[in-house]
């Protein structure tokens, strides 16, 4: 893989600027999300616009791994507790997470909107994810694209299992992250050598072909609809 043949000191090897991706981090962390008076599509514009360059594409999978990660850890930690309350074992197969949700949705919350870094799925997430399709064809640059895509497919199970099972209001902020999602897993692996098979919450959101309402952020009526099979077979199957 050339990500591998640059860090072993290939002739076209990257410099990042490891202290410049620690402040973009910190700027991303502090400046936006939940807390910002901003509206979430006007955070996910400046993030990404800070989010340029190499560097910036780092960052960029920083975010996407480090909220993988803490959202696992967040259901783990919800599965131990359940356990310890009422004896009944729950599996966290960061492969697929439907299952655990199909068992215990109404038990469970979703991690996503309480995550230890603070980022938020509808700021830093949606504009992290986007950053990453952005320059798809330049991540192997910088990175193992495999892991970057896994943690992605992941994200997305989060996120879809979150509206089915999790009580999450599907919006026009969900659904913009749904479809940066899609759209960039989508760019990622065409432009990966080797791709990782394609999970089975994937799979199987593909077998279907059901339109979901998307709500105005703001109020209770219906503004449009998506359908994440269709956008899945359109955008996953190159």
């Known amino acids: 893989m050339r990500w591998l043949r640059q860090l072993l000191g290939?002739?076209?090897?990257?410099?990042?600027?490891?202290e410049r991706q620690q402040t973009l981090l910190h700027d991303a962390r502090h400046r936006y999300g939940a807390h910002a008076r901003i509206r979430f599509p006007e955070q996910v514009e400046a993030i990404t616009g800070m989010l340029d360059g190499d560097g910036g594409l780092v960052v960029a999978a920083q975010i996407?791994?480090?909220?993988?990660?803490?959202?696992?850890?967040?259901?783990?930690?919800?599965?131990?507790?359940i356990h310890l309350r009422t004896g009944r074992r729950l599996v966290v197969n960061r492969r697929n997470y439907r299952p655990l949700w199909k068992e215990a949705g109404p038990a469970l919350r979703w991690p996503l909107f309480a995550l230890p870094s603070g980022f938020h799925p509808y700021a830093q997430v949606t504009a992290a994810v986007a950053v990453v399709g952005r320059q798809a064809p330049r991540v192997d640059r910088v990175t193992d694209p495999n892991p970057?895509?896994?943690?992605?497919?992941?994200?997305l199970d989060l996120t879809t299992a979150g509206w089915e099972y999790g009580q999450v209001r599907v919006d026009t902020h969900a659904a913009t992250l749904a479809d940066r999602l899609i759209s960039?897993?989508?760019?990622?692996?065409?432009?990966?050598?080797?791709p990782p098979r394609l999970p089975p919450p994937v799979r199987e959101l593909m077998r279907r072909n059901n339109t979901v309402a998307v709500h105005d952020p703001n109020g209770p009526r219906p503004v449009g609809g998506i359908n994440l099979g269709a956008m899945l077979r359109e955008r996953l199957l190159v």
Request: aromatic content about 2%.
């Open 184 to 194: 960039s897993t989508g760019q990622l692996l065409t432009a990966t050598d080797d």
């Open 64 to 81: 996407v791994n480090q909220v993988a990660d803490e959202a696992h850890g967040d259901l783990q930690a919800q599965a131990h507790d």
């Open 148 to 155: 970057l895509l896994t943690r992605m497919f992941e994200v």
């Open 10 to 18: 290939g002739g076209g090897r990257i410099q990042l600027d490891a």
